[in-house]
């Protein structure tokens, strides 16, 4: 483990490693012939898989379709958006950017995925699609397999279960397996709802839940090498930096674009902004000493007096980093004589170039080789405002907190 905080031999192998890929997946189409190779296979599940989707949604009601939805909006990307920076503030350091940095990778490997096969969703009619809210008409854009939310729920359920039993240092072997089977019944209840809501075939499903216990079980290996590396490892500010922009490039391209890319990269600025705050202020906020909620040291008028400090705070931060983002990027690209466009922040830069719109969402892989003539500032716009979202989080606000006493 010291090897991993003190040397950077392996930063540069690793960061050497992911280029390498880029540039070799790109030179032999390896996800064009991933996609070729999975594709045709995954589309017959998709199909065959249609019946078991209209006998379920056969038993439709209201209700049932209020609390499919209800599920679906506490497991989404946005709730955790939200719900994670609570964690922070409540003491719970450790789980907190634990589970941050898993669901960055979740979000991240599970879009991958999706944009290499490219598998189409159910097909609707006949099957009824329910999108009750914003968030699933944009999830109902991405492709199919695996099921995010699925893959999701099984990652952070299965960790938090581990961190409570071993927070409460609990050897008692029914509560061990009270805890799986109430994971295991969370995970059910939302894998049926997202077929119920006609969001996914069976096979994503399968496939979310296969994932999502392979990833869990990476994570159980290597979350204290990189916890340490984090908190207390050598540049790790240069080296998350260079992982986050070769992560952008070695995004695959998907068949159609897909809001998958947006999601990721603003997960990715997420994960920067939170190792950056957490690797400067580690020992004055999130040591292992640090006040825990319902202790006498944060009680809990004091907890949702931070709620009311914080949550205005890091709302300003967002929107001040995206406003400093559209004005400062487009003068650097200027400067460095890179021909940039922005499809949505920026109005001014929305360039006519038709190659350019086909390859909004390229992952920036196809960016890298192509001859396109310009580049998508959104991206950076982006992955700046959530990572300065993240920041404020673990950093500016933590520091709020000491300087009034919370």
Not at 144 to 164: A, D, F, K, N, R
Not at 213 to 218: D, Q, R, T, W, Y
Not at 325 to 332: F, R, V
């Amino acid at each position: 483990m010291e090897s991993i905080t003190t040397g950077w031999h392996w930063q540069v192998i690793s960061l050497c490693g992911i280029a390498l890929w880029i540039m070799i997946s790109s030179k032999l189409k390896v996800t064009q012939k991933l996609r070729s190779c999975t594709q045709p296979w995954i589309y017959q599940r998709v199909i065959s898989g249609t019946a078991i989707i209209i006998k379920i949604q056969k038993y439709q009601h209201r209700c049932l379709d209020a609390f499919c939805s209800g599920l679906s909006c506490i497991v989404s990307v946005p709730f955790y958006t939200a719900f994670l920076p609570l964690l922070f503030w409540t003491g719970h350091c450790k789980l907190a950017r634990q589970m941050t940095l898993l669901m960055a990778f979740c979000d991240y490997t599970g879009n991958c995925i999706k944009d290499v096969v490219s598998a189409p969703r159910p097909r609707s009619p006949p099957v009824r699609r329910v999108t009750a809210t914003k968030d699933e008409e944009d999830n109902a854009m991405e492709y199919g397999l695996p099921s995010s939310h699925t893959l999701i729920t099984v990652c952070l359920s299965g960790y938090l279960l581990h961190y409570i039993l071993d927070y409460t240092e609990s050897n008692d072997l029914s509560i061990r397996v009270a805890g799986i089977i109430l994971a295991s019944l969370v995970v059910g209840l939302i894998g049926f709802g997202r077929i119920y809501l006609g969001m996914h075939s069976l096979i994503d499903i399968i496939g979310g839940l296969a994932l999502g216990l392979g990833i869990l079980a990476v994570w159980f290996s290597v979350s204290e090498y990189i916890d340490n590396f984090v908190v207390s490892g050598q540049n790790v500010v240069s080296f998350w930096a260079a992982l986050c922009f070769l992560l952008l490039f070695a995004y695959p391209t998907p068949e159609v674009p897909t809001p998958s890319f947006e999601y990721h990269t603003a997960f990715n600025g997420v994960s920067f902004g939170i190792v950056i705050g957490i690797h400067l202020t580690f020992h004055q906020f999130h040591h292992e000493d640090v006040a825990r909620v319902f202790s006498p040291q944060l009680t809990l008028p004091a907890f949702v007096r931070r709620l009311l400090l914080g949550i205005p705070t890091i709302l300003l931060v967002k929107f001040c980093s995206k406003a400093l983002a559209k004005w400062i990027l487009p003068i650097i690209s200027n400067t460095l004589g890179i021909p940039v466009r922005s499809t949505s922040y920026i109005p001014t830069l929305n360039g006519t170039d038709k190659k350019s719109d086909v390859l909004k969402q390229s992952g920036y892989l196809q960016k890298m080789f192509s001859k396109q003539t310009s580049f998508d500032v959104d991206t950076g716009i982006r992955l700046l405002q959530y990572a300065g979202l993240a920041w404020s989080v673990v950093d500016l606000v933590p520091s709020m907190f000491f300087h009034i006493g919370l």
